[in-house]
């Protein structure tokens, strides 16, 4: 009889574990979707906020007579950077429980990816501070002229390594990890898969080829990756993780 009890209270006490485990799943896979929608939608709007902002030729002007929305712009970027640091953190307790190795991969991957759109809010900001002094002095400086071109410079490479290249990268080992602990059906992590490939190929082409980011075909490879990620994080806030995938985890 008293075996029986024993027995009895250690499986109630397993069934409870797997419940808490399984609710944490959840809370956390909400919070994922959560996070990767606000990422899409800081980065987009601070896109838009900007326009054509800092296409420009009188540069240093637009962005004085613009200061408030390159300034939103800035803060947007911030929102991101907050967001795409904050995933990793929280996913990866669930992670490194399936595939260690590729969790550290991708919480060091997107860390670099926030200090990359990071330098170059910082890059936007310090040009706001340079219009700021050109248009006292009456924009006369060739200085500033120079000091302006350098940080729209570091304000596209930054955009085109960070918020595409490396974003593609985290796009590939966050896949991969989906793939391989079937947390997500697989027909959603081989659309990662496909997608950031081609999210990756497009980056180098940019960089390497002189393919225009904002080009009809960058846009076109971006577009599988973009589509699949909105679909995983209403996937994580609907359906949350396999629960298959929790049992294994925790049998």
């Known amino acids: 009889m008293l075996a029986f009890c024993v027995d009895g209270a250690e499986a109630s006490g397993g069934l409870g574990r797997r419940k808490v ?11 994922v979707g959560v996070l990767f929608i606000v990422a899409t939608v800081a980065g987009a709007a601070s896109a838009a906020v900007l326009g054509s902002i800092l296409e420009a030729d009188g540069l240093l002007i637009d962005v004085a007579a ?30 490194r429980k399936h595939t260690e190795g590729v969790a550290r991969g991708y919480f060091a991957a997107r860390m670099v990816e926030g200090m990359i759109i990071m330098a170059g809010a910082l890059a936007l900001l310090t040009l706001v501070t340079v219009s700021q002094e050109s248009a006292d002095l009456g924009g006369g400086s060739s200085v500033f002229g120079a000091t302006g071109t350098f940080l729209l410079a570091v304000r596209e490479w930054t955009d085109l390594i960070g918020t595409q290249l490396v974003f593609g990268v985290t796009a ?38 002189g393919l225009d980011p904002f080009s009809a075909t960058s846009v076109a490879l971006f577009l599988p990756i973009a589509i699949q990620e909105m679909f995983m994080a209403g996937w994580f806030i609907v359906k949350g993780f396999d629960l298959s995938a929790v049992g294994a985890e925790s049998a």
């Open 172 to 209: 590939l080992i966050l896949n991969l990890s989906m793939f391989r602990s079937l947390l997500v059906p697989r027909f959603i992590s081989i659309w990662g898969l496909i997608g950031a490939s081609l999210a990756v190929v497009s980056s180098l082409s940019s960089m390497f080829l």
């Open 66 to 95: 613009n200061e408030a929305r390159v300034l939103v712009a800035v803060f947007l970027d911030l929102v991101l950077v907050g967001a795409v640091v904050a995933i990793p953190v929280v996913m990866f307790p669930i992670l």
């Open 21 to 31: 485990l399984i609710i944490s799943y959840k809370k956390t896979a909400r919070a």
